[in-house]
């Protein structure tokens, strides 16, 4: 039995009605987006859409537009998706956060469906996108614990190659493919994918994850003296979804929670070590960077320093 595809094109659409009709696409193909922009008359794009064993291939050709995948679509979005996207042809510009990348002809790229995003094509753009469910990922890659963190795979030598020229390959011919080998042509997509992926490396244009851990980072020590600073709101104000949050933290060995008590504690130190806040009580010290109980500061500043406030205080006293 053959795969069946289904197909869209601009062209059989009012020019007027372009815009909506594009958005819808995206949103069927890619989750949902929206497109702020209207598009001009003479728009056009082409999609064909394929079943590929609990995932599917969208092959799409599109003239320049901009696109965006807002918090508020990512907050509401009840299943991760990872796209693995091969530029066959065209340039397109991709901004998350505060890093962005341009990929032209030949390009890999991955991104992941948990992270608010921005899209512009340059110009002309055909390009070849397997969408993954990370459920389906984690399942047949069990040794990959947490989603990829997004970016360019090396795709002109080496096993990134192979991946580009897989997923081309895949898109010529899913259509012919049985639908009984599926699942054996999808576990070998998955594990080329997987050995593409251990390979990464971080791209100083698309280092997505360090930009956005410097931007959460940043945005923590500006608020690290108010007691409400929660992970929620942390997501919230940086329009990232609380797991992908704790992603973030979790790669360099820490919880949000721990690195923002690090932090105040840090500060909380500094501050018993200088002249300038000899005057103010430890516990005013303690409420100042975010405690909102003296006795809970005064634990865990033992068990990080080995001493106590008071004891910080007093050696800083006698030496000086």
């Known amino acids: 039995m053959r795969n069946q595809s289904k197909e869209w094109s601009s062209s059989d659409v ?25 598009l001009p008359a003479t728009f056009y794009a082409h999609v064909k859409h394929h079943d590929f064993a609990g995932a599917s291939i969208v092959e799409t050709v599109c003239d320049p537009c901009t696109g965006e995948r807002t918090w508020g679509q990512v907050r509401h979005d009840d299943e991760l ?6 530029t066959t042809e065209g340039r397109e510009r991709f901004k998350i956060g505060g890093a962005g990348v341009e990929v032209a002809a030949g390009d890999v790229v991955v991104w992941t469906t948990d992270r608010a995003v921005e899209f512009e094509v340059l110009e002309r753009l055909h390009k070849v996108t397997l969408m993954i469910p990370w459920s389906v990922m984690r399942e047949r890659l069990p040794e990959r614990k947490q989603p990829p963190a997004g970016g360019k795979i090396e795709s002109r030598t080496g096993v990134g190659s192979l991946l580009a020229v897989h997923l081309l390959a895949l898109s010529n011919e899913i259509a012919a493919l049985d639908e009984r080998v599926q699942g054996s042509v999808s576990r070998s997509t998955l594990e080329l994918l997987g050995i593409a992926l251990s390979g990464q490396q971080p791209s100083a244009l698309f280092d997505v994850s360090a930009a956005m851990l410097r931007r959460v980072q940043d945005y923590i020590l500006q608020h690290l003296h108010e007691d409400d600073l929660s992970p929620t709101r942390i997501a919230e104000a940086n329009r990232i979804s609380l797991r ?3 992603m973030l933290f979790h790669r360099g060995d820490m919880t949000v929670s721990g690195w923002i008590l690090d932090r105040r ?8 070590t200088d002249p300038a806040y000899n005057r103010q009580q430890i516990s005013e010290i303690a409420f100042r960077w975010g405690f909102n109980s003296t006795s809970h500061f005064c634990r865990a500043f033992k068990e990080k320093y080995g001493s106590s406030p008071g004891d910080v205080r007093r050696i800083t006293e006698f030496r000086s």
């Open 14 to 38: 009012a020019p007027g009605d372009r815009t909506d009709a594009w958005q819808s696409v995206l949103s069927t193909n890619y989750r949902e987006w929206q497109v702020p922009h209207r």
């Open 265 to 272: 504690l840090h500060a909380c130190k500094e501050a018993l």
């Open 81 to 86: 998706y990872v796209g693995v996207q091969l």
């Open 244 to 246: 992908y949050l704790h």
